[in-house]
C-alpha cells in the first residue's frame, strides 16, 4: 500500500491534503510539530489547532513531534532569514520537512505530503521557494503539495504513478473558497479560521525576543517563556525584571522562578509579582520594590512596604512608586506599540 507522512497543523490545507491524498487509498500518518514559540494545539496564536478531531473523523494518525533546542537555533540563525519579524518560516518548513523524513523512513512511507497553497503566504509558499525547501530538506521530487500539485511540476509519486495527479488539486492564493467547497465535499465542517502563524509573527514578542538574544546569546528555556508575560525591564548590564500585569501572568512568574531569582509583591494590595533574574544588586531589588509599588493598588501612596524572597532569604523593602520616567527608561518597548502580545 502506498504511504505518507503528512505535515499536519490540524487547520483546514493541512486536514483537506491529507483527505486528497486518502481518497485515493494512500494511508496517511500525519505529524504536528510543536516549538516553544506558540506553534503548540493548545495555543489560540498558534499555527497549530487541534489535530486530533479531524483524525478521529476521518481515521487517520497523528504523531506530535517536539522541535524543542533544534527550532531555537534555527529561530536564533536562519539560513534564509527571517520574515516581517522574527519568524524564520522557510527555514522552519525545512526543519519540519527533514524530521519528516525521518519518520517517512522509520514507517516505510514513499513520499510526505503539505497543506501549501501556491501563493497563500508571500515568504514560504511561492513557486520558486517551494524546490528550494524541497531541495534543502533532501527531499526534491518527494514532497507532494495536494492542493496545488496541478500548478507544480509533477513530483517523483506522480511520475511514478503512485499517486494520481488527476485527483490532486490546483488551488492557487489566498481567497479559502475552493478549500471550503472541498471541505463541504468531504464533510468536514468544523476547522478553525486561518491563523496569522506562532508567536514569532508578533511585532512585540519579536522585539522582546531580539532583545533577550542581544543580551543573553544562549537563553534558557524559562528566559523563553517568560517572553510571553508581563511588561519587562532591561537593568543595563545587570538583570532583567519583569512585572505581571494579572493573575495569569504571576501565576507563569510563579511557575518559572527558579532559585536564584527573587520575587516581589505588595501584601494586603492588588498586587503583581514581579521577578528578578540575574545579577540582583541591592539597587536592583530597590529599583524592582519601586516598579511593583507603582504596578500596584498601593500605587497612590507615598511609601510602599514590597515584600521580595529569593535566595533562601525573605525581607521587606520601604520604595517609593516608580515615576513614568523610570518606567520609559527601562522598558523593553516596541516604540508605539502597546505592550500586549497577541496570544
Ligand atoms: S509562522 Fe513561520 S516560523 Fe512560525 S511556526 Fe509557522 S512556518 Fe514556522
Redesign the pocket.
Known amino acids: 500500500m502506498t504511504k505518507a507522512i503528512a505535515l499536519y497543523s490540524g487547520g483546514l490545507d493541512s486536514t483537506l491534503a491529507i483527505l486528497v491524498a486518502m481518497r485515493q487509498g494512500i494511508e496517511v500518518t500525519a505529524v504536528t510539530f510543536l516549538?516553544h514559540?506558540g506553534?503548540d494545539i493548545s495555543d489560540k496564536s498558534s499555527?497549530s489547532k487541534d489535530p486530533f478531531s479531524a483524525a478521529a473523523q476521518f481515521g487517520f494518525e497523528v504523531k506530535l513531534c517536539h522541535l524543542a533546542d533544534k527550532f531555537i537555533e534555527v529561530v536564533k540563525k536562519p539560513k534564509f532569514g527571517h520574515g516581517k519579524n522574527m519568524?524564520?518560516?522557510i527555514d522552519?518548513?525545512i526543519l519540519m520537512l527533514k524530521e519528516a523524513k525521518e519518520l517517512m523512513a522509520m514507517r516505510g512511507a514513499d513520499f510526505i505530503i503539505t497543506g501549501e497553497v501556491l501563493g497563500q503566504r508571500p515568504m514560504?509558499q511561492r513557486r520558486d521557494t517551494f524546490p528550494k525547501i524541497d531541495r534543502e530538506a533532501g527531499l526534491a521530487g518527494s514532497i507532494v503539495r495536494p492542493l496545488s500539485a496541478k500548478l507544480l511540476k509533477p513530483t517523483i509519486p506522480e511520475q511514478t504513478g503512485i499517486v494520481d495527479r488527476e485527483r490532486l488539486c490546483g488551488f492557487n492564493g489566498r481567497s479559502r473558497k475552493p478549500q471550503m467547497a472541498l471541505a463541504k465535499e468531504f464533510g468536514l465542517t468544523d476547522y478553525p479560521a486561518p491563523a496569522g502563524?506562532?508567536l514569532?509573527?508578533d511585532p512585540i514578542y519579536s522585539y522582546r525576543l531580539r532583545e533577550l538574544l542581544a543580551h543573553e546569546p544562549s537563553p534558557s528555556l524559562k528566559d523563553i517563556q517568560l517572553l510571553r508575560s508581563g511588561r519587562h525591564f532591561r537593568i543595563p548590564d545587570a538583570c532583567k525584571i519583569i512585572v505581571g500585569r494579572n493573575e495569569g501572568d504571576n501565576n507563569i512568574i510563579q511557575s518559572l522562578a527558579d532559585g536564584g531569582d527573587y520575587l516581589l509583591w505588595v501584601d494586603g494590595f492588588g498586587s503583581p509579582l514581579i521577578i528578578v533574574r540575574g545579577a540582583a544588586t541591592d539597587g536592583v531589588l530597590r529599583l524592582a520594590a519601586s516598579l511593583c509599588a507603582r504596578y500596584s493598588d498601593a500605587k497612590g501612596l507615598p511609601s510602599v512596604n514590597v515584600s521580595v524572597a529569593g535566595n533562601g532569604t525573605g525581607f521587606k523593602i520601604q520604595a517609593q512608586p516608580a515615576t513614568e520616567a523610570m518606567l520609559n527608561s527601562y522598558m523593553i518597548q516596541l516604540p508605539g506599540k502597546e505592550e500586549v502580545i497577541n496570544q
Open positions: 516549538t514559540f506553534c499555527c519568524n524564520p518560516c522552519c518548513r514560504s502563524g506562532c514569532l509573527t
